[in-house]
C-alpha cells in the first residue's frame, strides 16, 4: 500500500512577524497573544523559521510569493510591471517591456491633480482604454490594458527596447516626470514612453466619457502614468514545474497577479474578502477548504496583518492575530484528509518599521504521519525550537511536495 | 603542538530515518528503539538534521552518496550507466555513452523470458562478453564489460552520441523494448543501441556457454538489453579534491561503483559481509576500523535499515536498529584514537512509503576536543536539537575534514 498522495494548503499570513515591541513589554504580537489554534499546527507537526528570500535580504510581496512558490525571484522578478502584465493575461514576449500605469488626472500644464483619477474604474477605464488602441510610436507597438481600478499595464513590442529607465509616476509628488535612460541603449525606450504619455493626453483629455467625468464634477482620467518597466520574466508554469494543478485565494491584486503570473488559477471568492484589514476572513478560508476539492495546491493569502504592521500598531496587529487564529482553528476543526499544512508567513512587518523587514518568518508544517518536534508554539520564537530549521522560501515548496509523497526520485 | 591531523569514518545507515509510524504509537524507529551507543556519539559530539541533497528532494542512494562525499550530484550525476562503467574500471572519456545491461533470455520472437538469464554470472559471464568483443555499428565502437552477477556495461564510443534516450529494458514486462530518442540528435543513438541488441542476439544465441546452459536446463543468456544511458560525468578524483585517501567499506554493487567512481578504493570484505538484511555487521565493522590504519577516510554503508524500509516494515527496521546500536558500541569500545566519526544516514526511507523520502536525515558527529552541544539521543528529533542545526549533505565532508584539522585557509 502506497502512502496517498496528498494535498497542500498553504496559509500566508502577510507581514505577520515582527519585532520587540515596547508596547507589548518588549515582545512580538504573537509572542504577546494567546494563540491555542496556531500553536496546536506546531505542536502536531514541526515548526521553524524562514527567510522569504534569504537571510537578511528584506522582500516585498511579490519577490517574496515568487520564493514561496519555489521561483528564484533573482530569475524570476523583473518588475512588477511584467507580473501585472501576464497576471492580467496579456501575452508577453521575450523582448517586450512591460510598465503598470495608473490612471490619473493633470492640469493644462501637466502637473498632477489626482494619481488615482477620483479612482476611477471600469466601465470607465474600459471605454478609455478603447481610445488607446493602434498606437505606435516610431515602430513600437504600444499596447494598453486596464487592470484593476485605477490601473493599467503598457506593454511596448518592437525592436531596441530596454526596461533601464527611470519611473514617470513621481509617487507621493505632483510633478510628472519625464521618463528617463538609466544608460545610452535605454534612452531611446524612455523616448517612447515619453511620446506614450503625450499621446495618451492628447487621446483622453476631450474624450467623451472624460466630459462626462468632469460635467459630473469627478476627476477626468486624461492621462497614463507609467512605472515599475520590466522584461520578460522566465517563469515555468506551475503545473509544469510542480505536476499540481494550483489555486490562489486572495483579495489583493498583487498577490493574484504574481500567483497568475506562475500559472495559478485565481479562485473567485464573494465580496467582502477583499484583503483589507476587516476582511471576512472566515468566508475566504472556507472558499479556501473548498479551493482544496478542485485543486492540488491552494495558496491562501491573508493581508490584514501587513496593514496593522505599516500602521505601526501593535495593539492592531494584536486583534488581527485573534482574527488569525480563529482561521487555524475553522481550519483544524474541519481538516481535510490527506492533507499537507504550512501555516508561515510572506515577510515580517515590524509596526516599530511600519514596514517589510528581512527578519526570518516563522513556519509550522503539519500533516498526518510526519514526525513531530517538540515546538509547539507558533511565534518567532517557538517555531525556531523546531526541527525545520531555518529553511529557505524557495525551499518550502520542495519540503512540502516530499511530505505529499508526490516527488520523483533523483537517482536510483 | 599544532594539533594533530585526524582520521575520518563516516557510517552510513542506509535509508535509516523513518516517519511516524502507527505500529510504534506514532514514533520512529529510531524514537522508539533505546540506543545507548548510538546516543553516545551525539551526546558526546554534536547533533543535527541533514538535507542528503537539499530540502525536500527525494534522493537515490547513487545520488545521495555523491552528495555525502562533496559532490554536487546536479554536475556529477549523468545517469546509472556511467557510474557503473566507471566503478567497474572502465576508462570513460567525455563523448562516451554508457549503460546498464542485464543478461537477460529472450525466446525467438524475442519476448523476455526471465531478464536475468537466471542469474547468470562469472565465470559464464566472463565467455560470453570475450564473444563480444570487436563490435563496430556505423563507426561507434561498442565495449562490453561484465559487472556483478547477471550485470554488464556498454560504453558506446565514436562520433555524435547523445545520452537522451529510452531504455531497451521493459523493467518488470516481458516486452523487449525498442530504444527510442527523445529528440532528433539522439536518434542516431537510439539506432546504434538497438542494433547492438541485435548483435549481442545473433553471437550469443549459440554460443557454447548458451548451449551448455540450455542442456543443464538452466536459462541461456542470450542478449543484453540495456538501460541508463547517460553521458561523462565531471567527478573530481576524491585525492585531489581532498588531498587525502579514502576507501569504500560496503556490499552493495551501487554503493562501491559510486565511491569507485569518485575514486575511493574498495576495501576487500569477507564473504558474509554482502549488504542483506543479515549481513554480518560486526565483521564489517571490523573492517572499516582496519581500512583506517590505511586510509585517512573510510566510507562505511550498512544497506539492512534501508531494506527493511523498502519492505515497509517497523519492527524489522527496529531489529536492525538493535544492530546498528552494537555497531556502534562495537566503535566505541575500539574508538581509534583522533578520529572524526560521523553517523548518518544517506536517505530516509519510510515505511509508510516503502521508497525513499526528501525528509532530513539525523547526523551525529563526534570528535575529541570538539564543542559538545545538547543533543543527547540519536533520532530524526534527537538530533534536531544539537548545534549542527541543518547542514546539506555537500557540506558534511568539509565539516569533517575542517574537525580533522586538515583544511587549508581560504584568505589569510
Keep these: 500500500m502506497p502512502a496517498p498522495k496528498k494535498r497542500i494548503l498553504f496559509v500566508i499570513m502577510d507581514g505577520l ?12 504580537p504573537l509572542q504577546y497573544m494567546r494563540t491555542p489554534n496556531l500553536d496546536w499546527f506546531v505542536d ?19 519577490t517574496a510569493h515568487l520564493a514561496i512558490l519555489g521561483y528564484d525571484p533573482g530569475e ?22 512591460a510598465l503598470r500605469c495608473n490612471f490619473a ?19 470607465e477605464t474600459t471605454e478609455l482604454v478603447e481610445s488607446l488602441e493602434d498606437m505606435d510610436i516610431d515602430g513600437i507597438e504600444c499596447i494598453v490594458r486596464e487592470s484593476t481600478e485605477h490601473r493599467a499595464v503598457l506593454l511596448l513590442r518592437g525592436e531596441g527596447l530596454s526596461s533601464n529607465i527611470t519611473d514617470a509616476d513621481p509617487g507621493g509628488d505632483t510633478h510628472l516626470l519625464m521618463c528617463e535612460g538609466r544608460d545610452e541603449e535605454s534612452e531611446f525606450t524612455a523616448y517612447v514612453v515619453n511620446r506614450f504619455m503625450e499621446e495618451c493626453y492628447e487621446r483622453l483629455r476631450n474624450h467623451p466619457t472624460n466630459r462626462k467625468r468632469s460635467a459630473a464634477g469627478l476627476m477626468p482620467a486624461n492621462i497614463l502614468v507609467p512605472r ?3 522584461c520578460y520574466p522566465h517563469i515555468e508554469p506551475f503545473q509544469e514545474k510542480y ?8 483579495g489583493m491584486g498583487m498577490i493574484k497577479g504574481v500567483c497568475k503570473a506562475c500559472g495559478l488559477d485565481i479562485y473567485p471568492l464573494p465580496d467582502g474578502c477583499d484583503g483589507s484589514l476587516d476582511s471576512d476572513l472566515i468566508t475566504k478560508t472556507q472558499c479556501a477548504l473548498e479551493a482544496l476539492n478542485e485543486y492540488d495546491f491552494v495558496l491562501m493569502n491573508i493581508k490584514a496583518a501587513d496593514i496593522a504592521g505599516h500602521n505601526g500598531n501593535p495593539k492592531e496587529k494584536c486583534d488581527v492575530i485573534r482574527d488569525l487564529d480563529a482561521v487555524a482553528g475553522f481550519i483544524k476543526e474541519r481538516l481535510p484528509e490527506d492533507t499537507v499544512i504550512v501555516l508561515t508567513c510572506d515577510h515580517c512587518t515590524p509596526c516599530i518599521l511600519e514596514d517589510h523587514s528581512g527578519d526570518p518568518v516563522p513556519v509550522a508544517i503539519f500533516t498526518r504521519d510526519m514526525v513531530r518536534d517538540e515546538a509547539s508554539e507558533f511565534s518567532e520564537t517557538g517555531c525556531s525550537k523546531g526541527s525545520l530549521g531555518r529553511i529557505r522560501g524557495m525551499d518550502l515548496l520542495n519540503i512540502c511536495m516530499d511530505l505529499a509523497n508526490r516527488t520523483e526520485k533523483f537517482g536510483s
Design 105 to 123: 488626472t493633470v492640469d493644462d500644464s501637466l502637473e498632477i491633480i489626482d494619481r488615482r483619477a477620483g479612482r476611477i474604474r471600469e466601465p
Design 243 to 250: 505536476g499540481i494543478t494550483g489555486a490562489c485565494v486572495a
Design 76 to 97: 524570476s522578478y523583473t518588475g512588477r510591471g511584467p507580473l501585472e502584465a501576464i497576471g492580467i493575461g496579456l501575452d508577453m514576449q521575450p523582448g517586450d517591456i
Design 44 to 62: 502536531h507537526g514541526q515548526g521553524g523559521l524562514m527567510d522569504p528570500i534569504s537571510p537578511g535580504i528584506r522582500p516585498g510581496s511579490d
Design 228 to 230: 515599475g518597466a520590466g
Design 17 to 28: 512577524g515582527d519585532r520587540a515591541c515596547p508596547e507589548l513589554r518588549g515582545m512580538t
